[in-house]
């Protein structure tokens, strides 16, 4: 088995799994529910992650995470309430998980 991607963003993960669905490829969610350890582990450690269980799969579902990370907007830097600058592609903050507000520069 082959990490293939991992983020803290719902919507992001869904997206990846949908299509290695649609694409019969077989994969595991590992750190699901990981986030109850958040405060004892660092947050990135607690991002649930998409594991390829063939790895001769593994360059065609890169492809499909590309495909998917090539989509995603960059909205600009943001300062989180905890004080922490974040790069404009994340919805929360990699330091305290708090979710991007609307607006939020």
Not at 14 to 26: F, K, N, P
Not at 49 to 67: F, G, L, M, N, T
């Amino acid at each position: 088995m082959k990490k293939i991607y991992t983020s803290p963003e719902q919507y992001q993960l869904g997206q990846i799994i949908s299509m290695l669905e649609e694409d019969g490829i077989a994969h595991v969610i590992r750190n699901e529910f990981l986030s109850g350890a958040l405060g004892e582990l660092p947050p990135h450690e607690c991002w649930p992650q998409i594991w390829i269980v063939h790895e001769e799969d593994y360059e065609k579902a890169r492809a499909i995470v590309d495909q998917a990370s090539a989509a995603i907007t960059d909205l600009g830097q943001w300062r989180c309430d905890c004080g922490e600058e974040n790069e404009g592609t994340f919805g929360s903050c990699w330091k305290c998980g708090r979710e991007r507000k609307t607006g939020q520069d």
